[in-house]
């Protein structure tokens, strides 16, 4: 049940992006997304051709098909790979902007504003905003080498866990900014992911699959934001009201 709507959350996103008054709010961490994106993507591309020009030189003339193998594998590997990595790089430079997004977002689906800083306090904020992603980086590092190495160990078990880590890390890292945003500290916030773990994982799977689709991938940050703050606002929002 819970992760059915963890994943439904997730994909109310697509229609608040679309909001009036939100839209402007959605352009900047877009136009990141979209520029980093499609730069390393081609560089990427690149540093791909030139390694398989490099293994088809190696390799003897009557293993030459292996590239038709690699190369959908390697793609794959990419796709699901390259998404946390992109999305840590990418969250670092566009969370003072994500921040925004997610407490305009949370005014639109109440009608309330979270505070009453101007654009001079919320300048003054950024280092907080990207000392908070810092603590995020710290937490999802070592348990990404982990899960990396065990994947590569135990074939099936370790690609599953790999891959609910992933959903989990996604939940993390766009459910946070609204947290942030009330000053919740991020050891509450993962207590209250952890109490409503189906929410997270049926939210982070949503993220996962989206961000493997070419194209659909570039505007995957503004709308993960936008589903996170409304589950925020739906599920943990009463509890925190006070603050």
Known sequence: MQLGRGFEYFFSGFTLITQKGLKRFVLI??????????????????WLT???AWLNAQLPEWLTWLEFILWPLAILVL?????????????FIAAPFNGILSEKVEMHLTGQRINDDGLLDTMRDVPRMLG????????????????????WFLPVIGQIIWALFTCWMFAVQYKDYAFDNHKVSFKDMKRDLKAHQG?????????????????LNMI???????????LWVENYRSQYRNL
Do not use: H, Q
Request: one cysteine or more; a positive charge.
């Open 50 to 52: 030139d390694a398989f």
């Open 220 to 230: 995957i940050m503004p709308v993960a934001v936008c589903g996170a703050t409304k």
């Open 132 to 151: 908070r992603e810092w603590t995020k980086l710290c937490y999802y590092l070592p348990r990404a080498l982990g899960f990396f190495i065990l994947m």
């Open 79 to 91: 796709l699901f790979s390259y998404s946390m990595v992109f999305t840590v790089i990418t969250n």
């Open 199 to 215: 929410l997270s994982y049926g939210f982070g799977a949503g993220v996962m699959i989206c961000a493997a689709v070419p194209i």
């Open 29 to 46: 961490p877009l136009l990141i997304n979209l520029v980093i994106f499609g730069t390393s993507l081609f560089f990427i591309y690149g």
